[in-house]
Every structure is written in C-alpha cells, then in structure tokens.
C-alpha cells in the first residue's frame, strides 16, 4: 500500500506563488509518473502537470510557463511550484502517482488533496 501525503496549499492573492509537495510512503519498489490534477466546485478533476521517474515533464496549456513540476527520487516528493496564481487556479489540488510494488505490480494511488484558494 502507498500513501500519498500533499501539503503546501493555502489562501494566496492573484499574482502570488504557492509550492505543493507530494510525499510518497509505503512499500513500493519504486514511482513511475506522478502527477498533479485540479477540480474546481462543480467541474471536473483536470491534469495540470505530470513528470515521469526519468524527469519528463507535460504541463496542461493553462499551466505553462507559470507552474513547474519537479521530483526528488531520493526523497519521493513531488512539487508543483506556481507561479503568477490567478483566481481561476482555485480548486483542490490532488497528486496522482503509479507505484510498482515489490512483486512488480503497478497500481495508481491519489492524495487526500491540498485547497487552493486564489483570491482577486
């Protein structure tokens, strides 16, 4: 089983920055691409960003140019630093991450999610 444990939300003015975090526990043998997802009141759960366990990263178009998404291996963490937040970045914030498993089984967990909260 794995757990995934984000933090770093928060209350933040337009224009402002945020940095989420991502920790992986558990036993797993390792993590394969994590990424962040978003889901506003009313609306559905939406990528954002992924990055895979070599560093490859994808950004949604909304997202470019002012988020980054990063991992330390090492560490298991995955963050997602926002930069130049708009209101419409408000929503609840959710990791995503496939963890292959000692007998190489690979299984896709979620976080509890991290509020967001971006105001005008």
């Known amino acids: 089983q794995v757990q995934l444990v984000e933090s770093g939300g928060g209350l933040v003015q337009a224009g402002g920055s945020l940095r989420l975090s991502c920790a992986a526990s558990g036993r797993f043998l390792s993590i394969k691409t994590v990424g962040w997802y978003r889901q506003a009141p009313g609306k559905q759960r939406d990528v954002v960003a992924t990055i895979t366990n070599g560093g490859t990263t994808n950004y949604t178009d909304s997202a470019k140019g002012r988020f980054t998404i990063s991992r330390d291996n090492a560490q298991n963490t995955v963050y997602l630093q926002m930069n130049s937040l708009k209101p419409e970045d408000t929503a609840v914030y959710y990791c995503?991450?496939?963890?292959?498993?000692?007998?190489?089984?690979?299984?896709?967990?979620w976080g509890q999610g991290t509020q967001v909260t971006v105001s005008s």
């Open positions: 995503n991450a496939e963890a292959v498993s000692i007998l190489l089984r690979r299984t896709t967990y």
